[in-house]
């Protein structure tokens, strides 16, 4: 396993790769909502960056247009493909992101699908699918896989919607912490249903919420409800020998030293 973090890509040949090598790190997932920058001028610098630097990017997180609202009432009608008004945009950025992954070499793309409907019989849950394969037939067109990033539907869900697209060239972002926070699943046991699909890990930590309207709370590593020596286990139990991507969804110092602290207690469990 290797491990690495979140490089934003904004100012990722700026800042995010030096601060990636300055945390004694190597690999990262890229992640962007700019569709704008996803130019092949963009990927051309990106690529002498990475080359310069010795980075590897091991998945890119594309994100999507439009608003976005992390919670339980506006989260369903904001996020992902879910939203009818915003799906067919959504779609056409995330194909264009697969592109845009593939001119930097990178043979995974990971994104949040939005709040898929627990009920297959869903009316709306049709042109989700649809939706959804025209992403991953471009990633399959890129020699990509395409990866869900686990937390805003039950493993159960996910796991059907990954068997009604097909499940070649599909895989599963791991979230631990989204599972807690979006109050879906213990990740323990959501391992059980996913785990044969996980192709990259978000090594992050949290609480199951406690209300009905706000996601649980983030936490530093080892602060938060997720068990890692036991995740860690049962992840290599299962074969898995990829990366974990750290992430901590605060700035500034506290984020540096989380990071840190983070990837030293990785390197113990690993």
Known sequence: MTIGTMVGLQNC???G???LKSLGLSHCQLSGFSEALCTEEFARRILEAIDREGVTITTYWCGWPGPAVW???????TLGLTPVAYRFARTEALKKGSDFAAALGVRQMATHAGFIPENPADPEY?????????VVN???QNG???LFETGQETPVT??????DLGTEGIGVNFDPANLLLYGKANPLDALDILGEFVRDIHAKDGEYPTNGRYLGEEKALGQGRVNFPALLKKLKGLGYDGPITIEREISGEEQI????AAAEMLRGLI
Request: proline share 5%; glycine share 6%.
């Open 13 to 15: 040949i700026e800042e």
């Open 17 to 19: 790769f030096l601060n």
């Open 71 to 77: 919670d339980f009432y506006e989260g369903p009608l």
């Open 126 to 134: 049709p042109g989700i699918v649809s939706a959804l394969k025209d």
């Open 138 to 140: 471009r990633c399959k």
């Open 144 to 146: 990509q896989i395409f």
């Open 158 to 163: 996910l796991r059907r919607l990954i068997d």
């Open 257 to 260: 030293k989380d990071i840190l």
